[in-house]
Every structure is written in structure tokens, then in C-alpha cells.
């Protein structure tokens, strides 16, 4: 159920950025990371060039790099073709369901069918809810397109992960970054507040 608003909001706002139903659910299939697809959407509308939309989808997928590093325990003995499997369907919701119960059963039994039981379906009612997205902003009048659904959808992710200082002074600097430098070609403003936040963030989380 938290899944589906979210895929609804990103398959809207792709149709509402002017890319077309197949390759929007093309990008929905391969990447499968919301924020940065938002972010990709943005920038593919500006007319970005492609490195700057690569380093920016790049800066925000590096949290997937933490994930990976915290489930290696758990699957890494796994043969390379289900690792590659369990990296694919990879998602915040099924990464916080599953490194939860692993910590706190750390000899639990069949580790590698609870995390694909609780990924599969994230990954299923994700592509549903992107399709069903792209159909609904496909059909709407120029108007009434949500160009706007991609910073909504940004915010409502970001506030409630908002849990300490560290988080909080990142939120900030990237605010602030992203306002300051938004009027930076190419729409660098918004790399530069990815970059801007994790800096911070890391400083604060260090210093605490």
C-alpha cells in the first residue's frame, strides 16, 4: 500500500514530462529506483544532457551501495546469478522489511525466500502502479498535466526520514544548495544539492 501511491505518482509525472508510454515503462523495468527516475524526469524535460542525468541518477542511487553492503552477510553466499537477481529487486521498502527481521534474527532459516517473498511483490505492485500512472497522465489535457507530482513526491519521501540531526542538516543543505544554484546550467543545481547533502549529512552523522 506504501508502494503504489508513489508508482502511481512517477508513472503521472513521466507522462506529464513528455516521455513516451513504452520508454517510460522501459525506464520503470531497468531502473527501478523511484527518486532517481523522478529525478531522470526532470532533467529529460530540460533537455539535460545525458552525463549530467547519469551523475545525478548515480548520486542518488549510491544509499543502494549501503543497502547492498548490510544484506552481503545475509545472501552473500548465494550463487552470482541470484545475487544478481536479489541486487535487481533491491527497493528501500523490502530492503527495511528484511534487514529488520534479519538483524534481529540473525540465525533465522531460509533468509534467501523471505527476501525474495517480500521483494517480488514490491517489485510486481511497482510496475503495475507506474503503468497505471503513465496510462492516467497520458490521457490528461495539457492543463491538467502534474508537472508538479515530481517535487510532491520528492518531499513526501524525504519528510518523514527526517529522525535526526544528521538527516535533518542534509535536508537542509541540499535545500539551500538546490535554491542557490538554480540557475546553474544544465540543471547542475540539482547534482550539486545531492552532492551538498550527502556531505553534510556524513559530516554530521561523523561528528556525532
Request: some cysteine.
Amino acid at each position: 500500500m506504501g508502494v503504489a501511491p508513489f508508482g502511481l505518482v512517477t508513472g503521472v509525472a513521466m507522462a506529464a514530462g513528455g516521455i513516451p508510454p513504452l520508454e517510460s515503462m522501459a525506464m520503470s523495468v531497468v531502473v527501478y529506483a523511484g527518486a532517481s527516475m523522478l529525478a531522470a524526469t526532470q532533467l529529460l524535460a530540460g533537455d539535460t544532457p545525458v552525463a549530467v542525468i547519469v551523475v545525478t541518477a548515480l548520486f542518488i542511487n549510491l544509499r543502494f551501495m549501503m543497502y547492498s553492503a548490510s544484506m552481503r552477510p545475509h545472501l552473500g553466499a548465494l550463487p552470482g546469478r541470484w545475487r544478481l537477481a536479489a541486487a535487481y529487486l533491491l527497493a528501500d521498502n523490502a530492503y527495511g522489511l528484511c534487514i529488520a527481521r534479519f538483524t534481529e534474527h540473525p540465525d533465522l532459516r531460509g533468509k534467501t525466500g523471505y527476501y525474495f517473498g517480500a521483494a517480488l511483490p514490491v517489485w510486481v505492485t511497482w510496475q503495475l502502479a507506474v503503468g497505471a500512472g503513465i496510462l492516467v497522465g497520458a490521457g490528461l489535457p495539457a492543463y491538467l498535466r502534474l508537472d508538479f507530482a515530481a517535487p510532491l513526491a520528492f518531499i513526501a519521501l524525504t519528510v518523514p526520514l527526517l529522525r535526526d540531526r544528521a538527516m535533518v542538516a542534509a535536508a537542509v543543505a541540499a535545500a539551500v544548495t538546490a535554491i542557490a544554484a538554480s540557475g546553474l546550467p544544465l540543471r547542475l543545481g540539482i547534482a550539486a544539492a545531492a552532492l551538498a547533502g550527502l556531505t553534510v549529512g556524513f559530516l554530521a552523522r561523523k561528528r556525532a
